[in-house]
């Protein structure tokens, strides 16, 4: 008789559009395919899930996406077994009746909260360790993270081979390119911006028409949209616009399959990211980048950015931190950030030496889902 597949829930309530959905669907994904489990994502918005996953039917109560049973997490609960082991995403509230469901369980599953991703220290004295309990059932924290004694980043497997390969292959590269109707000039650089609006946006813009080298811009459809409109003087910005000023042409791309936006980070030369799905990929990459982290109140996001560059210029020449760092705190407060940009290409052969080094250093930890496994199977 074939041994029965753990089961294994995860729960995804949508906050910031893309950022939730984009984690737990690589994160279900993955547990499929390289952990052999049977996962059921649970998803309360499925219109956001659809623009990672045109495949999904929205109105489907369930259905199997790559192996993922999804199904909508309704506003009134229907009765259904808890799994072995579920996971709370980024401290959302099960419904009342599934945990009870956890409860009534012969034996407790294993109750995770898997939580934003952080570079501050504490995050490692966390780690694993038991939160609340439901009756029987205890919670843990589990943190993703860039040290060991973390859980590390979603990382599929053979995902830097692959790179390596789509980043060594000319033809493999214009073949994609030329797939979104992108066609830089000769001697471009490309540049992807993904972000939620942003002040600053038009001194870097500024910046970049009026440099000697030409900048081709990439801005997949989303909230910095906007600004970008403002900038150009026009209305109604789409999928496909393609607009000149100076050295900077400025083209829309419609929003793309992760695998597709995985590789239009690989094709660029410095990707401008945002949240945690895409700032993730974009170390993966192996380009230098630049974070807009989700602003929360009082500016405790600001902690967290800190946290990271602190982190991630440790092994950079004390200018070049200073470049990259200037760069990122300007950007993240909405300041004027053409003076940054400008100290930051004085260190371009330093800062992409370093990107591929950041991220071969942080490949060399467990991947957060490979993490998540082996925490079940010790508590077990």
């Known amino acids: ?52 996953c045109p495949d999904i039917d929205i109105n489907a109560v369930q259905q199997w996406q790559e192996g993922v049973e999804v199904r909508q997490w309704p506003t009134d609960w229907v009765s259904t077994d808890a799994a072995e082991v579920v996971i709370a995403a980024f401290a959302c509230q099960l419904p009342s009746a599934y ?18 991703l952080s570079a501050e220290d504490w995050v490692i004295g ?19 993270g860039f040290q060991p004694g973390t859980g590390g980043l979603l990382r599929e497997r053979g995902l830097l081979e692959r790179r390596r390969h789509f980043q060594q292959g000319r033809e493999a590269q214009e073949k994609f390119l030329q797939g979104l109707e992108i066609y830089p000039a000769q001697g471009a650089q ?15 813009l500024d910046v970049m028409s009026a440099e000697s080298m030409p900048t081709h811009l990439l801005v997949p459809e989303g909230r910095i949209l906007g600004d970008v409109e403002r900038w150009l003087g026009v209305v109604g910005l789409a999928a496909g616009d393609v607009h000149v000023r100076g050295a900077l042409t400025v083209q829309v791309l419609p929003f793309v399959r992760q695998d597709q936006y995985d590789q239009l980070l690989w094709s660029c030369d410095f990707n401008a990211v945002r949240g945690e799905d895409s700032f993730v990929r974009a170390q993966w990459a192996g380009r230098p980048l630049l974070w807009h982290i989700y602003r929360q109140d009082e500016d405790i996001h600001l902690d967290k950015l800190e946290a990271f560059l602190t982190l991630y210029t440790k092994s950079l020449s004390v200018p070049a931190a200073e470049a990259i760092g200037g760069l990122w705190r300007a ?50």
């Open 99 to 116: 945990m009870d469901a956890m409860a009534a369980r012969e034996k407790p599953p294993l109750w995770m909260n898997l939580d934003y």
């Open 1 to 52: 008789m074939p041994e029965l597949k753990t089961r294994w829930d995860i729960f995804c309530t949508v906050v910031d559009n893309f950022g939730d959905i984009g984690v737990t669907w690589r994160l279900a994904r993955q547990l499929v395919a390289e952990h052999s489990l049977a996962v059921r994502l649970w998803v309360d918005d499925l219109r956001a899930f659809e623009r990672l």
């Open 126 to 144: 966390c780690h694993g360790l038991p939160s609340v309990k439901y009756k029987s059932v205890q919670k843990f924290f589990f943190f993703p």
């Open 190 to 204: 490309l540049i992807s911006l993904f972000a939620y609006e942003n002040a600053g946006l038009a001194s870097w």
């Open 331 to 380: 950007w993240n407060s909405a300041q004027p950030v053409s003076d940054h940009w400008l100290a930051t290409r004085k260190h371009w052969p330093e800062l992409q030496k370093h990107a591929e080094a950041w991220c071969l250093e942080q490949a060399l930890q467990a991947d957060l889902a490979a993490a998540l496994v082996q925490f079940y199977e010790s508590w077990i």
